[in-house]
Nanobody, 113 residues
Framework: QVQLVESGGGLVQAGGSLRLSCAYS????????MGWFRQTPGKLRELVATITTTNITNYGDSVKGRFTISRDNTKHTVALQMNSLKPEDTAVYYC???????WGQGTQVTVSS
């Protein structure tokens, strides 16, 4: 079993920055992909960014050039640096790991205009 705990969400003005962190623990030997997804009420969960065990990254089109995903194996964390935030970035952000599929409980990010 894998446990994921997100932190770092909050309220920020448009154009500002936030850094999210996902602490992972448990049986992570089979995990080769970790990342962040986000969801707003009435919408499907959306890909934000992913990172492989070999540090290959992938980003959703809406966040390319603004967000950066990274991992620290010593601290057992995956981070999401979010810059130039827009009101449409407002969502609950979830940490993800797989295979199979594990999810954190989410952290709220609110960007005011």
């Amino acid at each position: 079993q894998v446990q994921l705990v997100e932190s770092g969400g909050g309220l920020v003005q448009a154009g500002g920055s936030l850094r999210l962190s996902c602490a992972y623990s448990g049986n992570t030997a089979s995990i080769y992909l970790m990342g962040w997804f986000r969801q707003t009420p009435g919408k499907l969960r959306e890909l934000v960014a992913t990172i492989t065990t070999t540090n290959i990254t992938n980003y959703g089109d809406s966040v390319k050039g603004r967000f950066t995903i990274s991992r620290d194996n010593t601290k057992h964390t995956v981070a999401l640096q979010m810059n130039s935030l827009k009101p449409e970035d407002t969502a609950v952000y979830y940490c993800h790991a797989g295979p199979p599929q594990f999810w954190g409980q989410g952290t709220q990010v609110t960007v005011s205009s």
